[in-house]
């Protein structure tokens, strides 16, 4: 891709200082984002993704939380220098983002007309009036049925959905370049995900921005990415377009996660689960933080951590062992065509 | 809403009535010679008079249902009886006294609540610097106080020592003013009256003796909403909603007016509620230790004597009191949030 990157995003860390010690929550993560592309970032809870999205906006509580190193660039400024102020006129304007919880996201005392109106009056020269007609609009555009009534509804009166589509509406009042959805569809129904997950492919294309889209399930990068970042303890572990990641996984980790993923057309009676858990934050193991539940962990991987290369055009991973999970596929393929 | 108010006014003489029987039962429980002590004045009465007829006389000795039924014929007649503590009949008793309450608490309610919020929200945005821990040092001995030790407090330093803040309701040149022909008492409220005659000689010394009852019952409600408000918006502010306000490029001084202050109010509604009663109701300690002729010294007095009339009285008031507040809570409930309504 040679078109000119839309965040740049490089070594960034953020840690929270705590009393019980520091917690290495994003440490020393690098990826970029092009116009119009959707960059998926999955893992699992606690390792990250959330935080580095929050990083972006710079909405990191401090204290404890602060960036302690890296940049972010973005339209040629460093985010993590610009002031609050600065800051304020990229939120909801050029970087916008939806949460996982549509159901608490909303204010609840004012009507869902007030909350898109406001980022709108915030960042566009309009009236009230306007500002109201282009609330309305926006509703129609997320698919919400009689928008000219939604529109003076208060949250509580909407489904989860519905109040999705709405936090949607919001984020998007302003034509942001940037929409970060924070596990947009975790909290709703499979079929109302479908929806969403449609609707932001749809919009994506009608607003020409780019869309991070966090998750932990696989299934919805599959469904929206082009690139997927896969995040493991506060790193990136594997990187690369999403047809890849899905045929030839080159980290344990991914691959552990692809395996755990039940498959409709696949009788087992055992879903294979990566052993262990999220090693605790605040005391990571040394070496490769994945070493407590990697297959093939050697003492190498107990001392030294592995960086993030690319072994090939635009797959960049971080582990000392490609060639024996290249091997443990092999197998696994042999055993299959024995079958 | 509107059918929801006129449903608990209508249950409102319900409530009362309950109140009255409840009341009225425990009364009877005090033996009728006792209760006759109401109507004796002094002790060389007690040697000439026939303590028998007297109790026949006022039908002390009467059936419960007797009693109560000439009592509440007189109620429902709008007479209350006769209060001998006060010298007068009893609703005249309460409604001569009304006025010096409300004065008192909506004095200090204003910077009751304006301040508790203010520093509550001030506190809760300065989460764990020194200004929060400051204000929490503050509203924990505000809060733990006893009046009666701060109020003599102030009334020793203010009055005793410096001599500004006199006891009382008004001085005795301000009292003759208002008694006056040409003083017209629109509202009995001293310093609303003062203000309407023009009189600012009555207003300056109205305030005057207002200031420390004021005072001593606003440092232990200001501490008290100070903290409800505090814990109330530290909550609010970690709401995901505050978050998604952020995340819009909303000004932190709005996020914390609009978006966090307006949800975080809630509960704090249900306190000031309770003050507003305690306040209405009459502060016994505060108005005892002032000499401030307020209900809540009324109420003292008629307690002590037995005068079992302004005790009956002043419960139907506190009843009614109670029910129209707990009201007002609740449509304030319904004015903040939108998610309760009122069925």
Redesign the interface.
């Known amino acids: 891709m040679s078109k000119e990157k839309l965040i740049d995003v490089k070594n960034l860390a953020t840690y929270f200082h705590t009393e019980e010690g520091t917690v290495k929550a994003v440490d020393g993560v690098s990826f970029e984002i092009y116009p119009g592309e959707t960059l998926g970032v999955v893992g699992e809870s606690g390792c990250g993704k959330s935080v580095t999205s929050l990083s972006i ?1 710079r ?1 990191i509580e401090s204290p404890p939380g602060k960036i302690e190193r890296g940049e972010i660039i973005f339209n040629n400024k460093d985010l993590t220098k610009s002031t ?1 102020k600065d ?7 050029d970087i ?2 939806i ?1 996982q ?1 549509p159901m ?7 009507t869902v007309g007030d ?1 898109i109106m ?2 709108i009056l ?2 566009k020269d309009v009236n009230k009036k306007q500002a109201r007609q282009e609330a309305i609009d926006m509703l129609t555009k997320v698919g919400i049925p009689l928008p000219e009534q939604r529109v003076d509804e ?1 949250p ?1 009166q909407l489904s989860g959905g519905m109040r999705q589509r709405v ?1 949607i509406a ?1 984020a998007l009042s302003c034509d942001p370049q940037l929409l970060i959805a924070d596990e947009p569809t975790t909290a709703l129904d499979v079929t109302i995900q479908a929806q969403i997950l449609e609707l932001m492919n749809g919009l994506k294309d009608q607003f020409g921005m780019a869309i991070m889209m966090i998750t932990h399930d696989l299934g919805v990068i599959a469904e929206v990415s082009d690139r997927v970042a896969v995040m493991y303890a506060g790193k990136i572990v594997e990187y690369t377009d999403v047809e890849t990641l899905y045929a030839n996984p080159k980290h344990p980790y991914t691959w552990g996660l692809m395996h755990s993923i039940p498959h409709i057309e696949k009788d087992v009676d055992r879903l294979q689960a990566i052993p262990g858990s999220v090693p605790n934050p605040l005391d990571f193991p040394q070496g490769c933080k994945y070493n407590t539940r990697c297959p093939f962990a050697t003492d190498k991987c107990r001392e030294i951590e592995p960086e993030i290369e690319e072994i090939e055009e635009g797959h960049q991973v971080a582990c000392w062992h490609v060639d024996k999970l290249e091997e443990a596929k092999a197998k696994e393929k042999k055993k299959k065509e024995k079958k | 809403m509107m059918s929801y108010i006129a449903r608990r006014l209508l249950i409102l003489p319900v409530i009362l009535f309950g109140v009255s029987l409840l009341v009225f039962s425990m009364l009877m429980l005090i033996g009728p010679y006792k209760r006759l002590s109401t109507y004796i004045k002094s002790p060389a009465e007690l040697k000439t008079a026939n303590l028998d007829t007297l109790v026949d006389k006022y039908g002390l000795n009467d059936p419960f249902y007797v009693q109560y039924s000439r009592w509440i014929k007189g109620v429902l007649q709008g007479d209350f009886g006769w209060s001998e503590t006060a010298g007068q009949p009893v609703s005249k008793a309460i409604l001569s006294r009304f006025p010096a309450t409300l004065e008192l608490a909506l004095l200090a309610l204003i910077p009751v609540i304006m301040g508790g919020i203010n520093l509550g929200v001030f506190s809760a945005v300065h989460h764990n610097d020194p200004w929060d821990h400051i204000t929490r040092v503050f509203s924990i001995v505000g809060w733990s106080i006893p009046t009666f030790v701060f109020g003599l407090v102030v009334l020793m330093i203010f009055y005793g020592v410096l001599g500004w803040f006199p006891p009382g309701r008004l001085s005795v040149w301000a009292e003759d003013i208002i008694r006056s022909g040409e003083f017209i008492q629109y509202t009995h409220l001293n310093v609303i009256d003062g203000l309407l005659n023009g009189n600012l000689r009555v207003v300056g010394d109205a305030l005057r003796h207002l200031i420390a009852p004021v005072i001593s019952i606003s440092i232990l409600w200001w501490a008290y909403i100070l903290r409800i408000t505090r814990s109330s918006m530290l909550e609010t502010l970690r ?3 505050i ?10 001084k709005l996020v914390i007016k609009k ?1 966090a202050r ?2 975080a109010l809630i509960p704090v509604v249900t306190v000031a509620g309770f003050m507003v009663l305690g306040l209405l109701g009459g502060l016994v300690i505060t108005e005892t230790i002032f000499g401030y002729q307020g209900l809540g010294k009324f109420f003292a007095s008629a307690a002590s004597q037995l005068d079992y009339a302004a005790v009956l009285g002043l419960a139907l008031y506190f009843g009614f009191l109670l029910i129209i507040i707990n009201l007002c809570v609740d449509v304030s409930y319904a004015i ?4 309760i309504r009122l069925e």
């Open positions: 906006m909405l609050q800051m304020r006129k990229i939120r909801g304007n916008s983002m949460f919880e608490t996201s909303l204010n609840p005392v004012y909350q406001e980022a915030i960042h208060y509580h936090m919001m | 709401k995901d909603y978050r998604t306000a952020r995340s819009k490029g909303v000004k932190e978006h307006k949800n903040i949030d939108p998610r």
